[in-house]
């Protein structure tokens, strides 16, 4: 499989940290969506940010943002249409989904998710972790997607469906499973406590 164009997923509306974009948010200097780009891109053949708005506040960064085609916030599977959509502009197979808010999703995230997918034999892949009551939860904003499905998930955000798992359900996903060593890596930034415990798991990962 060849290495897929990586889509970070800013689309959101950030209710509980009173509006805005969560990931121009700062942490130790730099803001999250720095941190993701950091992490995925070196795990992909090109970059771009899911976003809705004016596209100037991402201009620092550099990279290409896509909006939603699908009105009204339809939530992140209308960002993974986007992606699809920008990626078969570039004549891509595949993209991988992360999410602006997630600072510390691990650094072999792309090549698990492609493991994962070939090995089941699924189109789709998504990263999951352990939980010790409720089995592997899926992480579903972190996802390999094919840009073969693009008008499937397009007739479905049509339809109304809004949870990822809702469509990827229907098409058979593969888990991707990663280990929880203390905390859980796939950990996002949804309230001004949230941002408390990502600066305390920063200074864990300096340590």
Do not use: C
Not at 80 to 106: R, S, Y
Not at 152 to 159: C, H, N, Q, Y
Not at 167 to 191: E, I, K, M, R, Y
Request: cysteine-free; glycine content about 12%.
């Amino acid at each position: 499989m060849k290495a897929p164009l990586g889509v970070i997923l800013a689309g959101g509306l950030a209710r509980r940290m009173g509006g805005g974009d969560k990931g121009l948010l700062m942490l130790g200097g730099q803001s999250l969506l720095s941190r993701v780009i950091e992490r995925l891109e070196p795990q992909v053949a090109g970059l771009a940010i899911n976003a809705n708005g004016d596209a100037g506040r991402f201009a620092e960064y550099g990279l290409p943002v896509v909006a939603d085609s699908v009105e009204g916030f339809a939530g992140p599977l209308a960002g993974v249409l986007a992606g699809l959509d920008w990626a078969a502009g570039q004549g891509a197979e595949h993209i991988v989904t992360a999410a602006a808010d997630t600072p510390f999703f691990p650094a072999d995230l792309v090549p698990r998710l492609q493991l994962a997918a070939e090995t089941q034999g699924v189109p789709i892949a998504l990263a999951a972790t352990p939980h010790p009551t409720r089995g592997m939860l899926r992480q579903p904003t972190f996802g390999l997607w094919p840009v073969a499905l693009r008008d499937d998930l397009r007739v479905a955000l049509t339809d109304g469906v809004r949870k990822i798992v809702q469509w990827t359900d229907s098409h058979g996903a593969a888990l991707a499973p990663f280990d929880v060593q203390g905390f859980d890596p796939f950990f996002n930034v949804n309230t001004p406590e949230d941002m408390t415990r990502a600066e305390e798991l920063l200074t864990g990962e300096k340590a």
